[in-house]
């Protein structure tokens, strides 16, 4: 739906109507979704003239004006395409819709869901309305997927009884159409208007405004690093705000990769709207961190599915039917701003699914604030703006911390199955037929497989191809001292036998899901249709840019297929706005970033100066340290000298940076050992979340002793993580942050090496790790008043491809051979200390 302020009406698809129209009933996430023919890429045609009876996708239209209570009438532009039309005004003149299902054609052509049979009735009454013709035959047919087989049914309307049809719908949408063209009307000129939020805009910042906007208005993908301080959010939030106020947007999507940066867009939203621009935001939140039912809870802990499921929760039982009503409150309580909780407080009072209603809520929204996945997730993204069919929309997108996306895209599109999951599942299906539970069988016949019914037998296939995979680990398989066997094997070719078997498995699962939503194996089905469907959508983008890793333990054999480069998967979802501007502090090198994420030829890349004054940063690099693998055992008490000698000079709060987990351990036990009575927290493996916060909470801003923490780089404190003025006045990090070496990380390396001409091991490793530095090293200094220090302790900082790789306000960077002269170069920085400053 959207509003057309130069025509001053409200544009829709016949499809998006009906859908809309006719929400009611229950919410039900575990049914898989319907998959309908796609639309063949052929060029749309108006209705037949006189002397050309029948044509093939045929696009009819109609404008239609309804009155308001409250507000002038408002005009729908609504258009559709029918599958075929048969214009003959001496007879009977016909409008066709074809759809591909499974199942019993007949039964779904005989009883046709609600939604199919509003779309045939209004494309209908569109041909009467254009023709003038008193009724209309209407046909729906259904083709079998992949097969020959249709059924189809056919009645005649009257145009009057369908156009009732059709006035009914529009009534139901009218409340959400007067409102978006009452906001259009009214907000925009607002917002295109609106004063920036602060007192005063810096240098670096009005720069970053400026650019953002120009690459917006022109429809082009910026790269943007922007050092700490600089205000990413508001930069590049307010200047797309005044986009979508001069009409060249409709929505901003604010992506983020965690909380807390969601959590900063919402504060630059709110201090917008106090600044005087009218915004409508909300933030999405995942489904589990909402949830309000305690059995579907219980039953996510359990490992089970996702269970909006009407038997299981009762704010999915009728949801449709309450859900407008309490959005209907929630914009009439006068609020703009809506948060996670807020949504979850009144989906509570509404008795609606919260997660559902931040989706629904959505739509009345100029901003979204949410994570990745909502976007660019084969199986998460929000289908109402970014579904298989949909086109481009009218957004800007906002990625912030897009540092951390091409990890991100590379996971969501990898997939995996492992044969211990599938045979546990198996197990449940064989606990159920021994217990002689009834049987379900599929009505339909199309496949021939063993029995029609979902049972244990129909997972062999999978099983067996799984099984065979393990031969590929045969010859690294070597026994370890707990007498499992382990091997492991990468291959470039995607495993067609278990991918045909795959796909047969998860077309049989979905239908049976379809057909039986209350049954006792709904939910071990759910989970492997769920698991089917990740490999299946790794498969569909396999490529060069993919490899399939096989590891074999003991009896276990897991086949995962590796998405290795994302540009070619996110170059066309990041084309689904209008404008795109991906920006973090650490975009270095941004040439690097723009390739992996999908820029293209046509997009901007931008670097920004640090605002802060570089005299109140001391970065230091010992260039005689070697921290590689093969010496850490070596240079182990060394390090801990050099961190002594960093933490020396001052008393206050430092965080310590390793490249793992095993070092972590050990560096951080030589020297507690070596400085029993300093206050040091260790980060560990598998800290909760509660654990994870106390470690911050330890780093009070009046802490007058010496306070270490020691983490691992590229970790959960690395990044995210704001400890302004004394809270942080140090850190110190340990090597050049490198993955490690592992044969997928080579394979990486030799696939950039055939597609970037040699840059494999760039690509692979020194990019990512410096970008952990980098990413470390600004926990230091978060305000303009903060004074801090960072020490590099590897001696490869000082080599060419990591000094061209430092941001512009390291410049003064300074090579110390041993920790007495670091220590001595911390000495005279906090000797400049300002008066008072201790």
């Known amino acids: 739906m959207r509003y057309n302020r130069k025509n001053d009406c409200i544009e829709m698809s016949v499809a998006e109507l009906c859908a809309l129209a006719n929400r009611r009933g229950d919410l039900n996430v575990r049914r898989p979704r319907r998959q309908w023919l796609p639309e063949q890429p052929t060029p749309d ?33 609504v258009s559709g395409r029918a599958d075929g039309v048969l214009y003959d005004p001496a007879g009977m003149s016909r409008v066709e819709l074809t759809r591909t299902a499974a199942g019993n054609l007949q039964a779904r052509a005989q009883y046709p869901d609600p939604e199919t049979l509003a779309q045939l009735c209004t494309l209908g009454y569109f041909l009467c309305a254009a023709r003038e013709l008193p009724q209309v035959t209407l046909r729906l047919t259904y083709v079998h997927a992949g097969g020959d087989a249709s059924a189809e049914s056919e009645q005649i309307m009257t145009a009057e009884r369908l156009r009732a049809m059709y006035v009914a719908m529009l009534a139901q949408v009218l409340p959400r159409a007067a409102d978006l063209r009452d906001r259009q009307g009214r907000v925009r000129d607002l917002l295109a208007g609106a004063a920036f939020p602060y007192p005063t805009m810096r240098g670096e910042q009005e720069d970053m405004i400026r650019e953002c906007y120009r690459d917006i208005r022109r429809g082009q993908t910026l790269f943007a690093q922007a050092p700490t301080g600089i205000g990413k959010t508001v930069s590049t939030l307010y200047p797309a705000v005044r986009a979508l106020g001069k009409g060249i947007c409709d929505k901003i999507f604010y992506l983020t990769a965690k909380g807390a940066a969601r959590r900063e867009a919402y504060k630059a939203a709110e201090h917008l709207c106090a600044a005087g621009a009218p915004l409508r935001a909300c933030v999405i939140t995942a489904r589990e961190s909402v949830c309000l039912c305690e059995a579907a809870r219980a039953r996510r802990d359990a490992d089970m599915t996702s269970c909006c499921d009407p038997v299981v929760c009762p704010y999915a039982k009728g949801y449709y039917d309450r859900a407008e009503g309490v959005i209907r409150r929630m914009l009439a309580a006068g609020n703009s701003l809506f948060t996670g909780l807020a949504i979850r407080a009144a989906a509570e009072a509404g008795h609606v699914c919260p997660y559902e209603l931040s989706l629904d809520l959505s739509e009345y929204c100029e901003l979204i604030i949410c994570d990745y996945n909502y976007v660019f997730s084969p199986t998460a993204r929000l289908r109402r703006y970014f579904g298989d069919s949909e086109p481009a929309g009218r957004y800007v997108f906002l990625v912030d911390e897009a540092h951390n996306l091409p990890d991100r895209v590379r996971e969501m599109y990898s997939g995996g199955l492992s044969l211990a999951a599938v045979r546990g599942i198996r197990e449940s299906f064989l606990r159920f037929e021994q217990e002689g539970r009834e049987k379900y069988l599929f009505p339909d016949e199309d496949l021939p497989v063993r029995g029609e019914e979902l049972t244990a037998a129909a997972l062999e296939d999978v099983i067996g191809a799984l099984s065979q995979m393990a031969a590929l680990c045969a010859g690294t398989a070597v026994t370890g001292t707990d007498g499992v066997r382990r091997g492991a094997a990468l291959d470039r070719t995607c495993p067609g036998e278990l991918i045909a078997a795959a796909d047969a498995l998860s077309r049989r699962c979905a239908r049976w899901i379809r057909n039986n939503p209350e049954h006792p194996l709904g939910e071990p089905a759910a989970a492997l249709f769920r698991m089917l469907r990740e490999l299946l959508t790794a498969a569909s983008y396999y490529d060069r840019g993919y490899v399939t890793y096989v590891e074999a333990v003991g009896e276990d054999v897991t086949v995962r297929l590796v998405c290795l480069d994302p540009a070619p998967i996110l170059r066309p979802l990041l084309h689904r706005a209008v404008a795109r501007v991906l920006f973090s502090a650490t975009l270095t090198p941004t040439e690097y970033f723009a390739d992996i994420l999908g820029g293209g030829a046509d997009s901007v890349q931008a670097m920004f100066g640090s605002p802060f004054p570089p005299e109140n940063l001391c970065i230091s690099v010992a260039d005689q340290l070697s921290t590689r693998f093969g010496d850490r055992d070596k240079t182990c008490r060394t390090v801990v000298s050099y961190i002594a000698a960093a933490v020396s000079a001052k008393p206050g709060n430092y965080l310590v940076y390793l490249p793992s987990y095993e070092y972590l351990e050990k560096v951080s036990g030589l020297f507690r050992k070596r400085y029993p009575k300093v206050d040091t927290v260790v980060q560990t493996r598998h800290m909760s979340g509660a654990e994870r916060e106390a470690f911050i909470a330890s780093f009070r801003p ?135 400053d201790s």
């Open 702 to 836: 009046d802490n007058r002793r010496l306070h270490i923490g020691f983490c691992v780089l590229g970790g959960s404190f690395s990044e995210g993580v704001d400890l302004p003025g004394k809270c942080l006045i140090g850190a110190v990090i340990v090597g050049v942050g490198m993955p490690g070496l592992s044969s997928m990380r080579n394979i990486m390396r030799e696939y950039y090496d055939e597609t970037r001409e040699g840059e494999g091991y760039a690509y692979a490793y020194t990019y990512p790790g410096m970008n952990r530095v980098l990413q470390a090293a600004g926990r230091v200094i978060r305000t303009p008043e903060d004074r801090g220090a960072v020490v590099l302790l590897d001696d490869r900082y000082t080599a060419a491809p990591y000094r061209q790789l430092f941001p512009p306000h390291w410049a003064d960077l300074c090579a110390v051979g041993d920790p007495l002269s670091l220590a001595e170069r911390l000495r005279r920085f906090w000797g400049k200390d300002a008066p008072g």
């Open 45 to 77: 045609t108006d209705a037949p003239a006189a002397g050309e009876p029948y044509r093939q996708n045929v696009t009819l239209r109609n404008r239609a004006r309804l009155d308001t209570p409250h507000a002038d009438a408002v005009t729908f532009s």
